[in-house]
């Protein structure tokens, strides 16, 4: 990664409380225009890593810089950061408009330059329209849009989002996250939010960071991280998967402790493999491949897909399918299955 296009560098940041360490020992490089996701399970530390870069937690060690500037020690103002919170913040007694006036004000911008900033900014979120009203007058995702417009109005350097759509029922918060996609890459707007949606994080982030107990685990794309998770956590962290134990021989063949064999391209030895459900198919789907008559221990219907449980032998695997109407297997039915072999995936067999 060529150093000038880095923005943000975290060197060796952690964060410790009463002897807790919150954050262990994170490195980590956002080049500009980047969507970087810290993503993890509530407490693994993502929140205290966004914090520290805003200003608003001092690192109990490591340094934080961005665009080559040593800001650890500088207080928020200074840090040229756009902040878009969980709860928006807005201020209730301004319009929209004054809502993303004020920080204009604060920095001194002329009125003719902030009418002018305003109005693109409103035009960018579509909320142009809606500049006079007051939040108390808005819906939750039109109060998220003022939010970020108030954040990019300043221009910063970096954008910051903390769990921007969790107060926003499903439909419209994946409209949201459309928009929001489209507008940071549209203005080249090198940005860091966290998450503990991994749909999100697999729909927005060029890069993701997953993170457990203060610790990252892994560092990659979307499709790093969910075809090639680097531990069990990643595993079944991101996305569904089955976790099977067992050994792989010489030739890379794994045979399950239950006694199901896989082919890999590991190294030999105590292996754990993960199989997502949509590599489990109807044995007539892969009829090259070996079938297993696989039991049905439960059966949902997701609306595109039926999501079975199934046991073969004492190994457990779950099947993503669609069913002809009237035809999806129930408990306690056997069907045929076979696996591909392209989404067989071995992690280090540590708990």
Known sequence: MQAQNVVVSFKN?????????????ISLDIRKGELVCLLGPSGCGKTTTLRMLAGFIDPTGGDISIEGQDVTKLPAYRRDIGIVFQNYALFPHMTVAKNVEYGLVNIGMRKAERRERIQDILRRVELQHLSD???????????QRVALA????????????DEPFS?????????????????IKSLNMTTLFVTHDQEEALTLADRIVVMNQGLVEQIGSPEEVYDAPASRFVAQFIGTCALLEGNIDGSGLFTSNGGLRLPTKANPGPATVVVRPEFV???????????????????????????????????????????????????????????????VRVVPNQV
């Open 13 to 25: 940041i952690q964060k410790t409380y009463g002897g807790v360490k919150a954050v262990a020992a």
């Open 133 to 143: 009203r007051y939040p108390r007058a808005l819906s939750g995702g039109q109060q």
């Open 150 to 161: 108030r954040a990019l109005a300043l221009q910063p350097k970096v954008l910051l989002l």
């Open 167 to 183: 107060n926003l029922d499903a439909q419209l918060r994946v409209r949201l996250r459309e928009d929001l996609h489209g507008l």
């Open 281 to 343: 198919r109807r044995a007539d789907e892969l009829a090259t491949l070996q079938a297993h008559h696989a039991r049905v221990e439960a059966s949902d219907y997701h609306g595109h897909v039926s999501r079975l449980q199934l046991s073969i032998g004492y190994d457990q695997l779950l099947m993503d399918a669609r069913f002809p109407v009237g035809m999806k297997p129930q408990r306690g039915d056997t069907i045929k299955i076979a696996i591909d072999p392209g989404g």
